[in-house]
């Protein structure tokens, strides 16, 4: 079946380490997002590509970097520049349009120890 | 810019009462989608409905119905005859439909949890 994988589904980092959360879709969508979960702030924007080694910031880039060497794959890397990092951070893609809708995977929870 | 709002943060009811999630939303574009989704405790997001700004008909699914308002700027969503399934945390979101900046970017509401009793 068509889909989002997101792994690991739970991560613990220590302060001060860089650590990547992995994101592969096998729908052939074009579009691919980065958010991150707080209580109560609902979802918001990390990074989005919309092509192939191409991606634009978004509301909060700030602290994290991304890659967007194939098509199928989508990582983000939380850096130790990331003040809060603790989070849930969803995944999702889309084939660029609004009206194809959007796919999400399962998440990962990170835990800053 | 996008903004969505969600107001009620946190909403408890008894079983089988019917309940009102709102959602209001701010867009330049003529051309927008809004968006619900369901996400239980397990995390994961569960589309519930797309609805394009040209289309302001009300939907029903089930227990499920949306009131779709342009001039209000709303998009609310109604549980009839609530179950303890139905507890969840709902997302409002909006995307404008091509082109600009925010090509096919989503901007989600805060979300408001929903709690059914039994």
């Known amino acids: 079946d068509g889909g989002i994988t997101q792994s690991p589904k739970y991560l613990f980092r220590k302060e001060g380490q860089n650590v990547t959360l992995s994101c592969e879709q096998n729908l052939n969508h074009d579009a691919m997002y980065w958010y991150r979960q707080d209580p109560g702030q609902g979802l918001r924007l990390i990074y989005y590509s919309q092509i192939v080694n191409d991606f634009q910031k978004g509301d909060i880039a700030e602290g994290y970097s991304v890659s967007r060497e194939k098509k199928e794959s989508f990582p983000l890397t939380v850096t130790s520049a990331q003040k809060n990092p603790t989070a849930f951070y969803l995944c999702a893609s889309s084939m660029g349009r609004a009206s194809r809708g959007y796919t999400f995977g399962s998440g990962t929870r990170l835990t800053v120890v | ?118």
Do not use: M
């Open chain 2, 1 to 118: 810019a996008q903004k969505v709002t969600q107001a009620q943060t946190e909403i408890s009811v008894v079983e089988k009462e019917d309940v009102t999630l709102d959602c209001v939303y701010e867009t330049r574009d003529t051309t927008y989608y809004l968006f619900w989704y369901k996400q239980p405790p397990s995390g994961e997001l569960v589309f519930l409905i797309r609805r394009n700004s040209f289309d302001e008909q009300n939907e029903i699914s089930g227990r499920y119905s949306w009131n779709f308002q342009k001039s209000t700027s709303s998009f609310n969503f109604t549980i009839t005859a609530s179950q303890v399934v139905d507890s969840a945390v709902y997302f409002c979101a909006l995307s404008e439909a091509a082109g600009g900046t925010s090509y096919g970017k989503l901007t989600f509401g805060q979300g408001t949890i929903l709690t059914v009793h039994p």
